[in-house]
């Protein structure tokens, strides 16, 4: 049983208005309206197809995140940010189109798969719809942690090192080969939040040489720049 519990990303259910693009400064949601925000509900946000890389600190699109947990009131955004709630209120009835049932009874522009760990600096990720086995480090963007959507799966630490030491377990040829017998090959989702508690970080860590994450570290530390070393290995 994995010791931390793996999370899935941010889920809303209406892209063409919750998730933008940046286009000479400006958003732009799924409509092709050019809109005008706050930017401090605006964060960046990765779907499975970025996380192609190991190491990720840029997104190429953004969302609004309008809640810190789930069924928190979103009154404060009509307060707080004029601009964002003027956008959101205008587009009212793509979010009382969705279909899901999650979203009865819940405040306007409610959002799924948040909470604290959303907001965490560092992140350990990986797509649940790609066969790929590999997992990526997520590090914030212009001093914002980066968003996941739905489709991944994320483990979220305050400590640079404990992510990193994370994911030299995790990317480890051990645990490929464990995912490996684990998972099938025709699943419409490789991974899934019960395949990856099945995870047990302390056995691998247990199990596998530290000149063998020594190795692999010193290759992300040349290659990203870091200066990391194992000193909080223990």
Known sequence: ICPFEWRQGIKHDCSSIMELDKV????INGLKDEIKLEQDLVYGLLKSSDLKNTVISESRKFTIVTQKKVGQETNYIK???PKTYQYLTEHQEAFNGRKSSIY???PPFSIFGVGDYSFKPYKVAISGLYKTF???L???QNE???MLDDTCYLLGFDNLEFAVYTLLLLNSETNVQFLQSITFSD???TFTKDVLMRIDLLKLAENIEISELQTTLNEINKTYNFNLTLDLWE
């Open 24 to 27: 000479n400064g400006h958003f």
């Open 79 to 81: 307060y707080d940010y």
């Open 104 to 106: 009865n009874n819940k």
């Open 134 to 136: 590999h997992f990526s």
């Open 138 to 140: 997520v590090l914030p």
């Open 144 to 146: 914002k942690p980066l």
């Open 187 to 189: 699943a419409k989702r």
